[in-house]
């Protein structure tokens, strides 16, 4: 058990740019959940995946993000056209769905910062 | 759609002293979160409570879910230094919903 791992740790960008984000669940979690979250504040929820669908999906989340995790293992998580308002930390979590229904194991997350 | 709030938003207490935070929903929760979020870290999961009324404990950590399902406290005794961080609520199980958080810091 190596825990959750994202990449990379920290992202500068230009507003416009498109940035591509990745994530690597534990291993036998089914369960993948994206988070951004800004200083000050808690993590908000962006995305959940049970395998490769995804099941819910933020009404805050624009056009502008999509997120996919195509055979159920990792995931990636894409904004394009950046905004100054995208600069954040994006999570990413992963849990079982048997046992421990609900605990959550994050990764170290991904800064964004976009110029 | 569900909304967490939690009170207060910033503790500091003297080591020793207790410290609770409290958490309430504007709709009945199916489950109650804790995690714990250290300076510059990610938040790590504490404990989760799913009964109304259910009361867990983890050596100084007392943590309560309301009979109505609708608020949480997580209660600390005798804090230590390495108690320091924010400590979030949250509830759901596919769309998970965070307080605030409260941040707590403790003064040796």
């Known amino acids: 058990d190596t825990g959750v791992s994202q990449d990379p740790r920290h992202k500068i960008t230009k507003r416009g740019q498109n940035v591509t984000f990745r994530c690597d669940p534990i291993?036998?979690?089914?369960?993948l959940y994206w988070y951004r979250q800004t200083l000050g504040q808690g993590p908000e929820f962006l995305t959940y995946?049970?395998?490769?669908?995804?099941?819910?999906k933020s009404r805050l989340l624009s056009d502008r993000f999509s997120a996919e995790r195509p055979k159920g293992s990792f995931s990636t998580l894409e904004i394009q056209r950046t905004e100054q308002g995208d600069s954040a930390m994006y999570l990413c979590a992963s849990s079982r769905t048997s046992g421990w229904e609900g605990e959550q194991f994050f990764g170290p997350g991904t800064r964004l910062t976009v110029l | 759609g569900q909304q967490v709030m939690q009170i207060p938003q910033y503790q500091h207490v003297q080591e020793g002293e207790d410290f609770t935070t409290y958490c309430n929903s504007s709709t009945t929760l199916s489950n109650i979160q804790w995690y714990k979020q250290r300076p510059g870290g990610h938040p790590v999961f504490l404990i989760q409570?799913?009964?109304?009324?259910e009361v867990k404990k983890q050596k100084r950590l007392t943590f309560q879910f309301g009979e109505a399902k609708k608020n949480s406290s997580l209660h600390i005794t005798a804090t230590q230094t390495t108690d320091v961080g924010t400590y979030f609520c949250a509830g759901g199980y596919q769309k998970v919903t965070f307080g605030i958080g409260t941040k707590l810091q403790v003064i040796p």
């Open positions: 995946f049970q395998n490769e669908a995804q099941l819910e």
């Open positions: 409570l799913v009964k109304s009324g």
């Open positions: 291993s036998e979690h089914n369960r």
